[in-house]
């Protein structure tokens, strides 16, 4: 009569503990690649430095992207995101872009529903944007 008993609760809390374990993962994934990220910002900053000092007279200007370019950037970074941290508020994909909330749901938005590549559990409405957790595919 113990036993069944004995297991239900074991089950809970291995579920329980794999369930934070999962957690720790994809938080310290984050925290790698936003590390990755720092440091490859660093080496472009040494770059830039390098070669403005090599250059004499000759300015090269990268063009300025478009809006669009930016959008694709963005949806880039949160599909990278989603994927790593396994899943995430709409809050804290803001966060992590330092971009708005709305803008941030409207990008994870049409990832769902257009690009297919993340889901979404909860209703896709504004009103409803900080309840919803999405998901790596």
Do not use: C
Request: proline share 2%; glycine share 2%; hydrophobic share 40%.
């Amino acid at each position: 009569m113990l036993i069944p008993i004995a297991v239900v609760f074991l089950s809970f809390y291995l579920s329980r503990k794999f369930d934070e374990s999962k957690r720790d993962i994809g938080q310290s994934n984050i925290a790698t690649i936003d590390e990755i990220e720092n440091i490859k910002r660093d080496i472009e900053d040494i770059r830039n430095s390098i070669f403005s000092k090599l250059t004499i007279d000759v300015e090269i200007k990268k063009p300025e992207p478009t809006e669009e370019e930016i959008r694709d950037k963005n949806k880039e970074k949160v599909h990278k995101f989603i994927s790593i941290s396994m899943f995430a508020h709409t809050a804290d994909v803001a966060e992590h872009l330092g971009i708005s909330k709305e803008e941030a749901f409207s990008i994870l938005k049409e990832l769902v529903q257009y690009d297919h590549k993340i889901s979404a559990g909860g209703q896709l409405t504004e009103a409803n944007m900080d309840n919803v957790i999405w998901l790596k595919k």
